[in-house]
């Protein structure tokens, strides 16, 4: 017997047989309370494991009496990743149908000794809502074979991170907790960075790069295509940040891939066509859709990645952003099925006993075409759709796969792709937004499952906020600091029925100095800002929108959002909200209003942001100063209820500057004038708290996000309203 730590807590290991039957068991507790019994059955695998440690860290120093068994049930008919708790006084099993399913009860457990509510957990059955719950994850591998979003701070901050068994571990783990079970890894051409290819082997790229060039001014240099993304300028000031060779490097992914099955993840590999980054144009290798070698050698890469990576549970494919076909999309398609579908069915033919999944993406194709192509494919084929396109903080029920789930079949489901490029700093927590968003997601008949994640930021290590570095001197991951939003679709997309209460008593466990109450609906408060004001403010792709800095991309769009791109602009498809044009519109005629006007946008906006203020002047006196992460959090929710103020007196400048401009009412302009230097002074509050906490960013969609410099952006208003000509805009 061994003592660890410096509280007395004791820890010991036995292992023994019965007729066949091994079970260990572990005995933990503080010297003067009451100890854990936990029996893991070996059937729980490496999942089990995991859980079984989860229990421990959380058990130890407890004064708890229980005994815990983990087991996976022979023969279990059950659903894949279903578990099922058993209570009996103080004795509770869990009994998976797999060892996913064990690991989830058993961390069940765990969140209920952390919480304070095992002795009130019962005895009953679960099992997912959704199957296949995922990650969308941009991932920036070496400056040659980039991602979308690499143009971007946090990606040349975060490609050494990708190759790092200590990021994956960290990722993996959370992932595990929270009940994510897909990882999918998005990249423009990831094969150079990934495999050998028998076949082409001076493609195969050794060490990892990134640039040490200066991304900020030459932004606008770069498409939105995804074409063009490695410059020379950028290769001249090359950065090697690890020696690996492609050897190591496969070695790398195979322990990431191995791991993530060790926590009941699946891991594929995404795809955009046809890029060729990374081959440097050997062989006479281009991105032209007609260059029979660029045919042979996608197929070759596809053929070794699927072979080399045994764990690799599929991949995803899009039909764009670079094929310009003249055949369109049959003509698209049948590259893809040239290259992608028989570089499978070329690995499937030496290992016919794997299911390798084919996830085609609904991007510019239609669904015909690609069932019709891909008939034959010897697989799990599903399909995926742009569920909220760039949005997912704005509808409960985005209506845009209505014209498209008709055709879904059961056969061939759809991959919703939940895209967050709405919220890449602050801490986002309200349930009943993501419970009735997950609720309104098509059913099991047509959906397979879905993933989330931006297009514009990466969830990598936190290289965004001022104050991110851990005990060990190390970057916290994205997911430390937006643990409560992560934990609410990871479990809610697992389990919709669970309650508010469950959430704010984590909360409440995690920040114990404060109200949990009132912690949780100042949580929900300040959450509801932005989906507010962006379904109002509607802006589809990211190019388009990013609410938390006002912005759009500079030169393909809007750059900072004007008051007058305010009174002129269109609110979310499908939603319940009017314009300010089309509410005036329905005013002049004299017609019914049913939908939510402007002035009811600005009043709920003011409302929240109220409510959240004022929830803070309440939780401030009792939050210390010894939780750093709930200061943090604190301040997060003020910066936010100063941005929904912002938005909300520039809604009212916006109004009344369309009075103003239809009528030549003085009275009208004065009023939209002092709306505006009120949104001035909130932004000014908003920028304050922001630069305490963040750093200016650059964003790979709309440039560099400062928000202390976009100040004088915000001051434009006030001049554009004074110099306003009435008639400018007809409307």
Known sequence: MSSVGTMGVIYRGLYFFTANFLAALLFFGHASAASVQLTNDPSTGSPGKFAAEEIQREATGKDIAVSITLSVEKHAAGAPQSYRIERQGDKLRVIGADETGAMYGGLDIAEAIRIGTLDSLKSAEHKPHIAKRGIKFNIPLDLRTPSYSDNSTSAQANIPEMWSMDFWHEFIDHMARDRFNVLTLWSM??????????????????????????????????????????????????????????????????????YAHERGIEVYWFTWNVFTYGTDGQYGITDALDNATTRDYFRKSIRETVLTYPRLAGIGITSGENMDHKDGQSGKEEWLWATYGEGISDALKKQPERKFRLIHRLHETGLQPILKQWSTYPGPFEVSFKYAVAHMYASRAPSFIQKVLPEITSEHRTWLTVRNDDMYSFRWGDPDFARVFINNMPGPDKLAGFYMGPDGYIWGRDFLSRDAVDANGRRQLVWDRQWFSFNLWGRLSYDPTLPDAHFQRLLGARHPMVNAEKLFAASQASSRIIPQVTRFNWGSIDVHWYPEANLSHPKQFKGFYSVRHFMEGKTMPGEEVLSIGQWREQLRDNKRITKQTPPEVATALESDADATLQLLTELRPQAGVTDKELLLT?????????????????????????????????????????????????????????????????????????????????????EIIRSWKPGTRQN
């Open 634 to 718: 604190l301040a997060d929710y003020e910066a936010q209820a100063w941005l929904g103020r912002y938005y909300a007196a520039k809604i009212r400048a916006a109004i009344e500057l369309a009075e103003f401009n239809a009528s030549a009412d003085a009275t009208a302009q004065v009023t939209a004038m002092k709306h505006a230097e009120s949104a001035l002074a909130h932004w000014k509050q908003y920028a304050a708290i922001y630069d305490s906490q963040y750093t200016p960013q650059l964003l790979n969609r709309v440039g560099t996000a400062d928000i202390p410099a976009l100040t004088a952006k915000a001051a434009e208003d006030i």
């Open 189 to 258: 051409h990831p094969f150079p960075s990934i495999v050998k290819v028998p076949e082409y082997p001076k493609v195969a790229l050794d060490d990892v790069w990134r640039t040490t060039a200066d991304l900020v001014e030459p932004f606008n240099s770069f498409s939105t295509r995804g074409t063009g993304m490695v410059k020379p300028w950028m290769l001249e000031k090359k950065e090697v940040v690890k020696r690996l060779t492609i050897d190591e490097k496969i070695s790398h992914w195979r322990a990431v891939m191995n």
